[in-house]
């Protein structure tokens, strides 16, 4: 599987970013997708992902502020970010989790940079 993501960019606080992830080669058995993100001296985190099911997960503090969704047709994920921090600057990976006869994998996008500051 490969996944390119695209979308970021500099932001003012306050502002909006929508980062698509386009996934392709061998997508069956696609089932969560979502983001990741890593600041400057920080691990990465996950910030969002939604399973094949719909079911989504998003880290406290972007609750009320990220959507994640899918195109399952195009195997796309998408995240729009509203009202944007300086906290949420970060480069932003694009991950995908495979299942194949009972095995799992981890796909891992390029990264995005978001930069939010005035």
């Known amino acids: 599987v490969q996944l390119q993501a695209s979308g970021g960019g500099l932001v003012q606080p306050g502002g909006s970013l929508r980062l698509s992830c386009a996934a392709s080669?061998?997508?069956?058995?696609?089932?969560?997708m979502g983001w990741y993100r890593q600041a400057p001296g920080k691990q990465r985190e996950l910030v969002a992902d939604?399973?094949?099911?719909?079911?989504?997960d998003y880290v406290d503090s972007v609750k009320g502020r990220f959507t994640i969704s899918r195109d399952n047709d195009k195997n796309m994920v998408y995240l729009q970010m509203n009202s944007l921090k300086p906290e949420d600057t970060a480069v932003y990976y694009c991950h995908v989790v495979r299942k194949v006869f009972s095995r799992e994998r981890e796909y891992w996008g390029q990264g995005t940079q978001v930069t939010v500051s005035s």
């Open positions: 939604m399973t094949s099911s719909d079911v989504t």
């Open positions: 080669g061998s997508t069956f058995g696609i089932r969560a």
